[in-house]
Nanobody
Framework: QVQLVESGGGLVQPGGSLRLSCATS????????IGWFRQAPGKEREGVSC????????YYADSVKGRFTISRDNAKNMVYLQMNSLKPEDTGIYYC?????????????????WGQGTQVTVSS
């Protein structure tokens, strides 16, 4: 059974940092692409970042380039999103997600398996 569980969200002041974690199980992470998505209140969900187990590619949305870093530890079945220089517009629920199939590159446009999400609030 495929599972993804996010953690690490919270309340942080502008300019601060958070590291989100995505614990995966039920599939061999090393072969799979994992995406981070976020949804702000009243807005559509958007893809934030991606790491591909297929070709090693990564992706960052323009709004987070230079501030966010995605990484993965296949041995621990974990994917991380280091978020620095956070801005109020980064506020939202952050989800990690995976497709059913391998051979998927970044960016990840669709996913079949989703975590429950973790809330990130950037506010003074």
């Amino acid at each position: 059974q495929v599972q993804l569980v996010e953690s690490g969200g919270g309340l942080v002041q502008p300019g601060g940092s958070l590291r989100l974690s995505c614990a995966t199980s039920g599939f061999p992470l090393e072969y799979y692409t994992i995406g981070w998505f976020r949804q702000a209140p009243g807005k559509e969900r958007e893809g934030v970042s991606c790491t591909s187990g297929f070709d090693g590619s990564t992706y960052y949305a323009d709004s987070v380039k230079g501030r966010f870093t995605i990484s993965r530890d296949n041995a621990k079945n974990m994917v991380y999103l280091q978020m620095n220089s956070l801005k109020p517009e980064d506020t939202g629920i952050y989800y990690c997600a995976a497709p059913t199939f391998t051979l998927v590159t970044c960016p990840l446009y669709e996913a079949d398996h989703w975590g429950q999400g973790t809330q990130v609030t950037v506010s003074s």
